[in-house]
Each structure stands twice: as structure tokens, then as C-alpha cells.
């Protein structure tokens, strides 16, 4: 492999530099993903110029704007609709959002389910942090049971959305989830996720500090990232262990997040198939609507 | 080598806490916004994995890769299967 950018480059080449330090808390995870991207970016040589960032709101959605390229920093929830109208009026461009667990599965729940239905090609890369981090920690969808947030102060008693299991039941074409901790299968899989037609996914599990692990009782920075490293495993590992694991070891391994590439299949995008549909009907302008003029 | 951009650094202490070797200690230098920002150690077996640079949620961080001298013999530091992988 070619010698990796260094950050010295990578923050001239990348970042709109003026709007550094980010407005990260100190240990929030966020950052790191967009570390992670523009490695996968900087590896997969693509231009940024054929390339727009767009997002909802969230601390997650203000990624684009420091990226030294077009997006669009959008409605709550909805980014997933203007990313679908990028992608209509140039098929060309490599789209990219980032929307937060909040973002995606609350109010844009809807936008994402049929995103992904569709199979409209784009990246999505969701930073889950289990919690609406931006407006001072409310329950997510994606919250454990048991979590305390500002709207559940004894627990929270709601089942979590898995988004990388919907995700992969509606047909994304690639699915993956990895914690910000390492950095190469990100990178890996943000690399994959671009070169992949057809809706891909992948989210990134990403320390809250401020809003979710000071009211968790998770400890210090250190002490979070930690637990994320504790408390995930590789899927293929999972699976070993609750199959043939002694009762102990499933125990031990029944509540912890799995890992890894879920999906991977390559899929004609929406914009493609319809390109397509529009060629066969012009190749057979007489049979257009089934019958003859 | 390594540099820290000092004014970008939020003081996680990430990259010191997940260096493979514990290469890195926060030193006494502060940042302008009174951040005490971190540093290789006098003595370090930093092998330049770059892990540090790529975790930095803060993009603070530049491992600069020390060229070998001609001829000279640099001590393995990570050996993976009997292979050096540093
Ligand atoms: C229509 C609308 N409803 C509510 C809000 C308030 N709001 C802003 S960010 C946010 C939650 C963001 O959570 P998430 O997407 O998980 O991002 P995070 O901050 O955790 O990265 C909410 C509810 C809003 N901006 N607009
Ligand atoms: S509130 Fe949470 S998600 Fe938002 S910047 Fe702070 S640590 Fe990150
Ligand atoms: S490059 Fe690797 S060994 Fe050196 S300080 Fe960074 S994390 Fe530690
Ligand atoms: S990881 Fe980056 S921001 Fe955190 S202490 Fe190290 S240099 Fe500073
Ligand atoms: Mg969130």
C-alpha cells in the first residue's frame, strides 16, 4: 500500500482550516470519523470536487461544513432527500452524508427507510452515540434500555433500533459498523462503502462524552472509549460463542454490539436502473406503453 | 517525530492513552486556550505506527516517519510472526 497522507498535508488539503478547532467537545468522537473519510478518500483518489457532503442537524451534521468541498447542511432529519436530488440532477457525483443516530432514525427515520429502499446510491455514514448529543442529551431511538437521558431520568425503557440490522433487511447494499476506536476498518469500509453501487452504510459508534457518558456514569474519555472496546465484538466471534460458548461465555457475550461487514453485494443504483429504463423505452419508442401507438 | 499543531489540541489525552507503547505523556506546554498539550517522552519506543495521528479527533497530530541512516541498524520494535512490522 502507498504510504499513508499525513495529517500535516491531509489538514491543508481537506479541511476549511479557519473553521478549526471543530465545535467537538473535548473526547467526542466525531472527529475521528472524519479523520477516518478523508484517509478512505485520500487512498481511493478521488477528487473533492466530484464529491458533495451533505447532512441534517446534529452535532454529527455540522461534519460537512469543515470539509473543503460542496455540501449542504440541511433540515433536521433530511438530509437523505436532498442527497437523493444531488444525485437525480448529476449521477456523477460521489455523495456522501453524515447524519447522527437522532438524525437518521428519529425525525429522518422515514427519509432513511426508503433511501435505502430505494437503493438511491449514495454513502450514508452515521455517527451513533446512542443519544441526541447536539440539543443536551434526550433519549435516541438508538439509546440502550436503561439509559438516563434529560427525558428519562429513571431509564429509558424503550428497545433500541439496531440501523445496521434495518439497513441490511431493506437490501443496503453494503452495511458495516465498527467503533471509531481503530482506525483502519473504518477506513477500510468508508472506501468500500464509496465504491459500492447502491445504497451503503456505514455507522460508526462514537464517544459522547458531554451528553451521554457523564450522565452514564461511563467514566472519564478514557474510561468511554473503553467501554466501547469492552463492549463490542466481531460478529463472526459473536456468533462462534453463542453457538458453541459455554453458558458463561454467552453470558458475557449476549449483550455486547456486534461488529464488522454485514452486507456486501453490489446493486444497480436507482438513477442507474432508470437511465436504463429510459433507454429501453427509447431503443422501443413503438412499445412505450405496452402496446402500439 | 512527532508534532502537535498545540492551539488545535482539546487535551482528550486519546492519543496517550491508546499508544501501543505509551510513547506519549502530557507535558507542561499549554495551548492558548490553557490546554497542556502532549508530547513524545525523553526516552520512548514510539515505532511510528501513526495510530496517535489517526485517532486525533482534534486532526492536532503529524507523525513524521525518521528515515533510516545509511547502514545503520534500527532495532526492531513490533515483531508480528517473526516478521518486523514496524
Ligand atoms: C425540526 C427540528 N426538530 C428538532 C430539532 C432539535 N434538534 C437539533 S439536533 C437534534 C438531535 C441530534 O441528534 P443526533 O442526530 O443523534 O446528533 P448528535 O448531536 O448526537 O451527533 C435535535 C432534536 C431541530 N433542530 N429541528
Ligand atoms: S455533545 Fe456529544 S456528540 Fe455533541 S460534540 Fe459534545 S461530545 Fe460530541
Ligand atoms: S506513532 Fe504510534 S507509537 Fe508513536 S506515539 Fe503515536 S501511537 Fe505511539
Ligand atoms: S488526541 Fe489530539 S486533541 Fe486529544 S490530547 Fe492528543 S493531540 Fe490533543
Ligand atoms: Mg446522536
Request: proline content about 4%; aromatic content about 8%; hydrophobic content about 35%.
Amino acid at each position: 500500500m502507498s504510504e499513508m497522507i499525513n495529517q500535516t498535508e491531509m489538514r491543508e488539503k481537506y479541511l476549511r482550516k479557519g473553521m478549526l478547532p471543530s465545535i467537538f467537545c473535548n473526547g467526542c468522537g466525531h472527529g475521528s470519523s472524519l479523520d477516518y473519510t478523508f484517509r478512505a478518500i485520500e487512498e481511493l483518489g478521488l477528487d473533492l470536487d466530484n464529491m458533495v457532503f451533505a447532512s441534517g442537524i446534529g452535532c454529527s451534521s455540522r461534519i460537512p461544513g469543515y470539509i473543503n468541498a460542496d455540501g449542504l447542511h440541511t433540515t433536521h432529519g433530511r438530509s437523505l432527500a436532498f442527497a437523493t436530488g444531488v444525485k437525480a440532477a448529476n449521477p456523477e457525483l460521489d455523495v456522501v452524508v453524515f447524519s447522527g443516530d437522532g438524525d437518521a432514525t428519529g425525525i429522518g427515520g422515514n427519509h432513511f427507510i426508503h433511501a435505502a429502499r430505494r437503493n438511491i446510491d449514495i454513502t450514508v455514514i452515521i455517527l451513533n452515540n446512542f443519544i441526541y448529543g447536539m440539543t443536551g442529551g434526550q433519549v435516541a431511538p438508538t439509546s440502550p434500555k436503561g439509559t438516563i437521558a434529560t427525558t428519562a431520568p429513571y431509564g429509558n425503557l424503550e428497545g433500541a433500533f439496531d440501523i445496521s440490522e434495518l439497513a441490511k433487511s431493506l437490501g443496503a447494499a453494503y452495511v458495516a459498523r465498527w467503533p471509531v476506536f481503530y482506525p483502519s476498518q473504518p477506513i477500510k469500509s468508508i472506501k468500500d462503502a464509496i465504491q459500492t453501487k447502491g445504497f451503503s452504510l456505514v455507522e460508526l459508534m462514537s464517544p459522547c462524552p458531554t451528553a451521554y457518558g457523564r450522565r452514564n456514569k461511563l467514566g472519564n474519555i478514557k474510561k468511554l472509549w473503553d467501554w466501547y472496546e469492552d463492549n463490542s465484538i466481531l460478529a463472526e466471534e459473536y456468533d462462534k460463542i453463542m453457538n458453541y460458548g459455554t453458558d458463561e461465555e454467552k453470558a458475557e457475550t449476549i449483550n455486547k454490539i456486534k461488529i464488522g461487514v454485514f452486507q456486501h453485494t453490489e446493486k444497480v443504483g436507482f438513477f442507474e436502473a432508470y437511465e436504463e429504463q429510459i433507454a429501453n423505452l427509447m431503443a422501443n419508442d413503438d412499445k412505450k406503453w405496452g402496446g402500439s401507438k | 517525530m512527532i508534532e502537535v499543531l498545540d492551539d488545535w489540541c482539546k487535551g482528550c489525552e486519546i492519543c496517550v492513552n491508546r499508544c501501543p507503547v505509551q510513547a506519549l505523556e502530557i507535558s507542561e506546554i499549554m495551548n492558548k486556550k490553557g490546554v497542556r498539550v502532549p508530547r513524545l517522552k525523553a526516552v520512548n519506543k514510539c515505532h511510528q505506527c501513526r495510530l496517535c495521528e489517526q485517532l486525533c479527533p482534534d486532526f492536532a497530530i503529524t507523525v513524521i516517519k525518521e528515515e533510516k541512516e545509511e547502514g545503520e541498524e534500527k532495532e526492531c520494535k513490533l515483531i508480528i510472526g517473526g516478521v518486523c512490522a514496524d
